[in-house]
């Protein structure tokens, strides 16, 4: 499966770690990166080939004690609760399928109708498998969509088989009014802006549903919390709108093809929102659903955002292009070696057999390379990362993405700023021009330095969530399988540029705030300690080599479904507002 390595790989003199890197490694001293040896053979057989780097791995011992993960468990009387062992920690998650629809009208006891707010990444999709889900069940409870008046969104809602004549679609409060479980899927900005008169026109007793933690974390910023006479739960897919609806499709065929899902219950008022969180998990398709809380959500999601689900990835790719392209190489086999090789090849290894397989598919002095990629950049992406989560749960990002929202409009005399795109630069014009000639099922080259650096910053991504209490499950979701399983295939298909200009606009904030971060660092710091031949971190590729997550990552793969994302070169995710060329 693993293609080739391209035979150009840019010339690398070497050198010693500057004061900035010994000072980053000090900063990290106090994180506990001493692992169990699920791959002692490997490590033995690495130590045996070079000598050992720097003992920094030997030195970063448990002087602090890991976070304690939240026990998360839960009850439901509907569904089977099922216990998962990752890495020695017991998690309890509920698998779905298409023979537990027939299960639906009881987890959704009491609920008539379903009101799915908004019509932006997460809407189509939910409102269509909610309402495929619950007539393959028989029911008659009701799915409507609710916009608001003059949205450009009703054409494509009618064309999806929502229509006013039916009782399927509506205006925003007509519609969270009339309904006992209120899905609410519009931006975040518009939450933040909406939610008082949003919560006032529901029904006491009714049950809230978010897709994200988001308006939890910016009711907490203000010392407020959500109406104490409504339920409040969350089911959110690992991936964007269009994958949830595209493997909901595609699985048609067998039992349990889609995304994954997390759940919450934050507010429980009547003891039902666990068994509706769950079905509503299920009639979307998710092969599992894991528990967490809306705070662990929110933190773990607009970082995953921020980081290797959109922001470090568009940071990386074009410090390495810049790199390659700098030392020689061509614009397209630079444009394939970077973004072709992650969104591709390196996505299909790790999906499929995991992060050590990338790692072994090399040898030689390709592996060597690999070593010197990812020894150089897992610090400075860890400094990022870490940065990055601090901000978001701070409330920091959060409180960000409501102001800039505000500025999409004219406000107090100056003019509005709605988010530019960033598609027309060389890169990914070059990117165009790649994807125009690439055969069908072209995966991209598998490059050496370009994977060290991508697992690089995956492995520091779970460093951080794991040192801050996250459950191994929420850990390979949001930073292993929403990756490489949803967003990426839509990469390969239309280019980073394309899903930066025009995914959701937390998302899309986040990747233009942080992306450049990424790259400036690994350009300052990796690229410049490679270039001067800095020692490989012996210790740090034997933690790699030996972490206990690449068992857990396994386990959740024996879960997957045996479906993978089917994305055409002409996949369309854009937003009705952002197609009709407005922001």
């Known amino acids: 499966m693993v293609a080739g390595t391209l035979p150009f790989s840019p010339s690398i003199p070497k050198f010693s770690p500057s004061p900035s890197s010994e000072t980053l490694k000090g900063a990290f001293k106090h994180l506990n990166l001493a692992f169990s040896s699920s791959t002692a053979k490997s490590s033995r057989a690495l130590k045996t080939t070079r000598g050992r780097g720097s003992a920094l791995g030997a030195r970063?011992?448990?002087?602090?004690?890991?976070?304690?993960?939240?026990?998360?468990?839960?009850?439901?009387?509907?569904?089977?609760?099922?216990?998962?062992?990752?890495?020695?920690?017991?998690?309890?998650?509920?698998?779905?399928?298409?023979?537990?629809?027939?299960l639906l009208p009881d987890a959704f006891n009491g609920i008539n109708q379903i009101g799915v707010i908004g019509w932006g990444s997460q809407g189509p999709a939910q409102a269509q498998?909610?309402?495929?889900?619950?007539?393959?069940?028989?029911?008659?409870?009701?799915?409507?969509?609710?916009?608001?008046?003059?949205?450009?969104?009703?054409?494509?809602?009618?064309?999806?088989?929502?229509?006013?004549?039916?009782?399927?679609?509506?205006?925003?409060?007509?519609?969270?009014?009339?309904?006992?479980l209120v899905l609410l899927l519009i931006s975040d900005a518009a939450q933040a802006d909406n939610y008082e008169k949003i919560f006032s026109c529901m029904k006491p007793n009714s049950i809230l549903g978010l897709s994200h933690g988001f308006l939890l974390g910016h009711l907490q910023s203000m010392g407020l919390d959500f109406p104490k006479n409504i339920s409040v739960i969350a089911v959110c897919p690992k991936g964007m709108g269009p994958s949830v609806r595209r493997l909901y499709v595609q699985g048609k065929e067998i039992n349990g093809a889609g995304i994954n899902s997390s759940f919450a219950v934050h507010q429980d008022v009547?003891?039902?929102?666990?068994?509706?969180?769950?079905g509503w998990s299920v009639a979307l398709g998710s092969p599992f659903t894991f528990a967490t809380t809306?705070?662990?959500?929110?933190?773990?999601?607009?970082?995953?955002?921020r980081g290797i689900l959109l922001g470090a990835v568009h940071g990386i790719v074009e410090s390495l292009f810049r790199r390659f392209t700098e030392n020689g190489m061509s614009e397209d086999l630079a444009y394939k070696n970077t973004v072709e090789c992650i969104t591709g090849i390196i996505s299909k290894i790790i999906s499929t057999q995991g992060m050590l397989a990338v790692y072994n598919s090399f040898s030689g002095e390709d592996k060597k390379e690999f070593e010197k990629a990812y020894s150089a950049s897992y610090y400075p992406c860890m400094e990022i990362l870490y940065e990055c989560y601090e901000d978001v749960a701070a409330g920091s990002e959060i409180r960000s993405v409501v102001l800039a929202g505000r500025r999409f409009s004219?406000?107090?005399?100056?003019?509005?700023?709605?988010?530019?795109?960033?598609?027309?630069?060389?890169?990914w014009k070059v990117g165009e021009r790649v994807r125009s000639t690439r055969p069908a099922g072209d995966l991209g080259p598998l490059h050496p330095f370009t994977a060290g650096v991508y697992v690089a910053l995956m492995m520091a991504q779970i460093e951080i969530l794991r040192k801050k209490g996250h459950s191994y499950s929420e850990i390979i979701n949001e930073s292993v399988i929403e990756s490489v399983d949803s967003l990426n295939p839509f990469m390969h298909a239309r280019g980073v540029s394309f899903m930066v200009?025009?995914?959701?606009?937390?998302?899309?904030l986040?990747?233009?705030?942080?992306?450049?971060?990424?790259?400036?660092?690994?350009?300052?710091?990796?690229?410049?300690?490679?270039?001067?031949?800095?020692?490989?971190?012996?210790?740090?590729?034997?933690?790699?080599?030996?972490?206990?997550?690449?068992?857990?990552?396994?386990?959740?793969?024996?879960?997957?479904?045996?479906?993978?994302?089917?994305?055409?070169?002409?996949?369309?995710?854009?937003?009705?507002?952002?197609?009709?060329?407005?922001?």
């Open 294 to 305: 809306l705070e662990q959500e929110y933190k773990s999601d607009i970082f995953g955002e």
């Open 129 to 180: 498998n909610l309402r495929d889900s619950l007539a393959e069940a028989k029911s008659d409870i009701v799915v409507k969509v609710g916009l608001r008046k003059g949205s450009r969104s009703f054409a494509e809602a009618r064309a999806a088989g929502f229509t006013e004549e039916n009782g399927t679609l509506g205006d925003i409060y007509e519609t969270i009014s009339g309904s006992d």
């Open 60 to 102: 970063m011992a448990s002087e602090t004690a890991l976070k304690t993960p939240f026990l998360l468990d839960f009850e439901t009387s509907v569904f089977k609760k099922e216990a998962i062992s990752l890495a020695d920690r017991d998690e309890f998650i509920v698998r779905g399928g298409r023979d537990l629809f027939k």
């Open 410 to 427: 004219e406000k107090e005399g100056l003019p509005a700023f709605p988010m530019g795109k960033i598609d027309q630069t060389r890169m």
């Open 510 to 583: 986040g990747s233009r705030k942080w992306a450049p971060r990424f790259d400036y660092i690994l350009t300052q710091q990796a690229m410049v300690a490679v270039d001067n031949d800095a020692p490989i971190n012996g210790d740090l590729i034997s933690n790699f080599l030996s972490d206990p997550v690449h068992g857990a990552i396994e386990v959740c793969a024996q879960l997957r479904p045996t479906v993978d994302i089917s994305v055409p070169p002409d996949a369309d995710f854009v937003r009705p507002e952002l197609r009709q060329g407005s922001n």
């Open 270 to 278: 009547d003891g039902r929102a666990s068994n509706v969180a769950l």
């Open 501 to 508: 200009d025009n995914c959701s606009t937390t998302a899309r």
